[in-house]
Nanobody, 129 residues
Framework: QVQLVESGGGSVQAGRSLTLLCTGS????????MGWFRQAPGAEREGVAA???????NYADSVKGRFTISKDNAKNTLYLQMNSLKPEDTAMYYC???????????????????????WGQGTQVTVSS
């Protein structure tokens, strides 16, 4: 059974940094694509960053240059380093992973939610001005 657990969220002032972690079990981080999504109250869930097994990445325009996605396969942990945080980054952040077989990185890198099979429960990030 695959389980993804996010941590590292919190409340910070604008301009500060946070690092989110997504630790998994029952899933091989090294072989599949993974991503981070976020959802603000009253808004649709949106993609933030995606990472393929070969190291390819893609970022939402709103976070390019500020956020970095990475992973440690040995620790089965996905990271999201968030710098220069803005109030508009306030949201629940979710970790997601592609299926063990199949799936499409082509679509996943464009944050197609339907190409992510496993989801965590989320960690809250609140940025105050």
């Amino acid at each position: 059974q695959v389980q993804l657990v996010e941590s590292g969220g919190g409340s910070v002032q604008a301009g500060r940094s946070l690092t989110l972690l997504c630790t998994g079990s029952g899933y091989t981080y090294s072989s599949r694509y993974m991503g981070w999504f976020r959802q603000a109250p009253g808004a649709e869930r949106e993609g933030v960053a995606a990472l393929d097994s070969d190291g390819s990445t893609n970022y939402a325009d709103s976070v390019k240059g500020r956020f970095t996605i990475s992973k440690d396969n040995a620790k089965n942990t996905l990271y999201l380093q968030m710098n220069s945080l803005k109030p508009e980054d306030t949201a629940m952040y979710y970790c997601a992973a592609g299926p063990s077989h199949g799936g499409s990185w082509y679509r996943a890198r464009l944050f197609s939610r339907y190409d992510y099979t496993y989801w965590g429960q989320g960690t809250q990030v609140t940025v105050s001005s």
